[in-house]
Structures are given as structure tokens and as C-alpha cells.
């Protein structure tokens, strides 16, 4: 010590270069051709649902991914299980790069297919399986960005199973199976990845956007060399340990219902509950976009709860009925009188009364001002004590997020279909919404999700450096 001044011992040069070089890359095997049925399956589901969206402004059109992402960092990976030549056989998908990578066959993918109590459909299907990454979201917007990765991964996921009814071939998720043997099939675990849930595609018809994509084999893991592993990674890693689980235990039958209860009371005919016939998603969800802002316009009410109608479209998934998760919608500027309010939707209740200013939007949207004109939002809210997952059949934290993040993805659907702007975020005030709102005190919010007029000139500041919805500068 020299006065009050700590002496740092210097690095060596060589030593930090050392830490901070990267090692060579391995030779990447040769690569071939898309050739198993299954697998062209998955690529062009996942090209369509996933991957890219055309959406056509009046200054043109750009491509942009079919689902939106909380700062456009898309934290999740996915890997296809399929049979080739009659043998199981999975494969790790490089969006980015458009090639899969052969990483086991035979006895050892059989053996973890038995484990995970899950089977390849017959006749050319795959189970297309989502991972996540939670330290790309994490590095940004702290341990509230776990929260985040769970959110777009329920998008994703979701929006899989709608590109594959909307071919006509209706798909499942499954979230609810034992992960240790397919995690570790998958190298999940050893590259800070959480399998998040499996999707069941049956057999069916490939469009050629397959072709882009080639297959090299990685199944020899002492031809892959040294895997590189950011101990910043690890760090962020390790702090999820103690997180709630994924349940382990399987459904009894799978049933196609809808992952929200949902009311609107004769606001809607009955037939356009939904998103009405599947072969109109593909529609939809390849031309779908979020909002930058919102004008602060009024839109038809009509337009509003058609949006909201998309919520009672059923995804078939394997989880219980929705017993904690709520919903409610604050409607403030219709563009005719009377039907502002806020509403209940799982319960129908409707509650008259002064509804949010433009400045209170902002404030419990963390200062988004371009945000402050919606003219809905809608509120995903569950019990703070349904956040432990602890009763029987409870769903734990990440259940409940990929429901509103699925739901999240049909609300956006349904906004596209109705002719709205729609964008959602994951931060927000929720003390000054439980205010606005009228929610009960105990509640906490997962996910909220706005509509209005949509101003493209705004800036979506969640998509720069600094993470502005968190309230950071």
C-alpha cells in the first residue's frame, strides 16, 4: 500500500494476449446437399416461421424475421431430430449461416428420443427443437433478460406450430418431458443452452427454401477441436442455477386448446374468433412487422378486439389449462365513444373510469415515449405467489412466459389481420400499471403488448446499444 492507493501488479503483455487471442478454427468438414425428407421439412417450416418475413411498406419492402425479439437479439437456436436413410439422426441448425450440422446418429439418438419420452413422427416428420441462450439477452438487460429469452422462444415456438397448420399439416409442442438425455445428446448443457421445448411435425410437403441450406458431419467430436467458452458466459451461466425447473412430468394426451381464456362478450361475432382459416397464416405471418411508435390516432374498436380475438386460437400443446395467467386490455382511444374502458378479458368485466394520459403511458412504459399513443394495451398478469410453480400441476416461470410469448405472437397476428400497429415490451413500470390498470396488488406482469396507429418514423430504442427499456441512459 502507498498511502490510500492499492499498487495493481502489471500484466504481462504476452500473458493478456494470451486471454484474449482467439484459437484456430477447426476445418469445417465438406458440405452436402439438404437430402433427408424430414429434415427439408423442418428448413422450410423454419424459414417461413422463424427465420425471415417479407413486410411491405410504402417506402418498400425489407426482409426482417417472421417474430419479433426483445432488441432484435434472437436468443435461441434450434436442432432438428429426424430420420435419415432410416436411421434417427440430429442435426444443430446455423440460422445465420444456413447449414446443419450432423452432430450423432443411430443408438445414441434412439436412446435419448426413449429417455425424453418422444418419438420422430413416421413417414418423413421431425421434432424441431428450440434452445435457448439466455446470456445474449442477459448481456444487455441483466437477469430480467432471461425473462426476455423465454419470451421470444415462446414466440418462436409458437409461431412454428402456425406455419406448419398453415400448410395443413398442424403441428404440437411439447414442453413437458424429461431434458438430461436429449440435453446432453445436443452438447446443450456444455454450451450454456437450455433446451426450451420440442415441436412435433408431421409429414408433409417441402417448398424449395430448403435448398439454401446445406448439411456437413460434426459427429466425430475430436475433429472439432478446442470449443472457445466466454468465461463472461459462464458467469451469467452460473447465476440461473436455482432457477425453477422445466416439469419433468409428461401429459397423459395432448389437447389443442387455447392458451388464454378469453371474452369478449359478443364484441365479435362467434366465427371470427382467432385467426380464422389456417390457410390464411402464412399470410400473415410472412408479412408481419412491430411498431417503431404510434401516431396517438384513435382506431376502431372494431379493429381492437379482432385483435384480441387471435388470442382463443388453439395451439396444441401439452400444457394444463390456463388457470393463473390473465388478461386485461386497457382500452383509450377507440375511435368511437363509449368503448373505452378497461376490460377483463378473462372474466368479461368491464370497468369505466379515467384511463391513462398520454404522459402515464410513457412513464409505465420506462420512458418510451414514442409508445405513449397506443390506443390499447394489453396486459399479461399472473399471482406473484403462481411464480414459484410449487402446487401440483402449477406451471412454473418458464411455462408462463412461453404462454404469453405464444400468445404475445398470435396478439401481433391478429393486429396485422385487423390492420393495426402492434409491438410489445418487456419493461415497464408494473407498480404504476397495477394503478392504471386496476390490478389486484399481488399480480405481476410478464408481458405487455400495444396497439395503435402506427408512426414508422419512431425509433425502437430497445434496438440500440444502451438497453433505454430498462430506463437506462
Not at 16 to 21: E, G, K, T
Not at 464 to 471: F, S, Y
Request: net charge negative.
Amino acid at each position: 500500500m502507498q498511502g490510500n492507493l492499492t499498487v495493481r501488479k502489471p500484466v504481462a503483455e504476452a500473458d493478456l494476449w494470451d486471454r484474449v487471442a482467439l484459437p484456430s478454427a477447426p476445418d469445417e468438414p465438406p458440405a452436402g446437399p439438404v437430402a433427408a425428407p424430414g429434415l427439408r421439412r423442418a428448413l422450410s417450416l423454419l424459414e417461413e416461421g422463424v427465420l425471415t418475413s417479407k413486410a411491405n411498406r410504402s417506402c418498400g419492402s425489407y426482409a426482417a424475421r417472421a417474430v419479433p425479439s426483445a432488441g432484435a437479439l434472437y436468443p435461441y437456436e434450434f436442432a432438428v431430430l429426424t430420420d435419415e436413410d432410416g436411421v434417427p439422426t440430429a442435426f444443430r441448425v446455423d440460422a445465420d449461416r444456413r447449414t446443419c450440422a450432423r452432430v450423432a446418429a443411430g443408438a445414441a439418438v434412439a436412446a435419448a428420443l426413449d429417455a425424453s419420452d418422444l418419438a420422430v413422427p413416421e413417414g418423413g416428420g421431425a421434432l424441431v427443437v428450440t434452445l435457448t441462450r439466455p446470456w445474449l439477452s442477459m448481456r444487455k438487460y441483466g437477469d430480467r433478460g432471461y425473462l426476455y429469452t423465454q419470451l421470444d422462444a415462446g414466440h418462436a415456438a409458437g409461431n412454428l406450430v402456425l406455419a406448419a397448420a398453415g400448410r395443413g399439416a398442424a403441428g404440437a409442442l411439447r414442453l413437458r418431458f424429461p431434458r438430461e438425455s436429449l440435453s446432453q445428446l445436443l452438447e446443450a448443457n456444455e454450451n450454456f443452452r437450455e433446451i426450451h421445448s420440442v415441436t412435433l411435425l408431421p409429414a408433409g410437403p417441402a417448398d424449395d427454401s430448403w435448398a439454401r441450406w446445406t448439411v456437413h458431419d460434426d459427429t466425430d467430436r475430436e475433429r472439432r477441436g478446442p470449443t472457445w467458452r466466454s468465461w463472461l458466459e459462464s458467469t451469467c451461466w452460473d447465476s440461473l442455477a436455482g432457477w425453477t425447473g422445466h416439469s419433468e412430468a409428461p401429459a397423459l394426451h395432448t389437447v389443442a386448446a387455447p392458451l388464454a381464456r378469453v371474452r369478449t362478450d359478443g364484441r365479435l361475432p362467434a366465427a371470427d374468433s382467432g385467426l380464422g382459416d389456417a390457410s390464411a397464416w402464412s399470410e400473415l405471418i410472412g408479412t408481419r412487422a412491430s411498431s417503431k411508435a404510434f401516431t396517438g390516432a384513435p382506431v376502431p374498436a372494431a379493429a381492437v378486439w379482432q385483435a384480441v380475438s387471435a388470442l382463443a386460437t388453439p395451439l396444441e400443446t401439452d400444457l394444463p389449462d390456463a388457470r393463473a395467467l390473465s388478461a386485461t386490455l386497457v382500452l383509450r382511444s377507440a375511435a368511437e365513444p363509449g368503448h373505452d374502458a378497461v376490460y377483463r378479458l378473462d372474466t368479461g368485466e368491464r370497468r369505466p373510469g379515467r384511463l391513462p394520459s398520454t404522459d402515464e403511458v410513457a412513464r409505465a412504459c420506462m420512458q418510451q415515449r414514442a409508445l405513449a399513443g397506443a390506443a390499447a394495451i394489453l396486459l399479461l398478469h399472473v399471482p406473484r405467489t403462481s411464480l414459484a410453480g410449487a402446487g401440483a400441476g402449477d406451471e412454473n416461470l418458464r411455462e408462463l412466459a412461453f404462454r404469453c410469448g405464444a400468445l404475445g405472437q398470435l396478439f401481433y397476428l391478429g393486429a396485422h389481420r385487423a390492420r393495426v400497429g402492434v409491438t410489445a415490451i418487456g419493461g415497464f413500470d408494473t407498480p404504476l400499471w397495477r394503478t392504471l390498470a386496476g390490478l389486484p396488488e399481488d399480480d405481476e406482469i410478464l408481458y405487455a403488448l400495444l396497439i395503435g396507429c402506427p408512426d414508422d418514423s419512431g425509433i425502437k430504442f430497445d434496438r440500440l446499444a444502451m438497453a433505454h427499456a430498462q430506463n437506462e441512459r
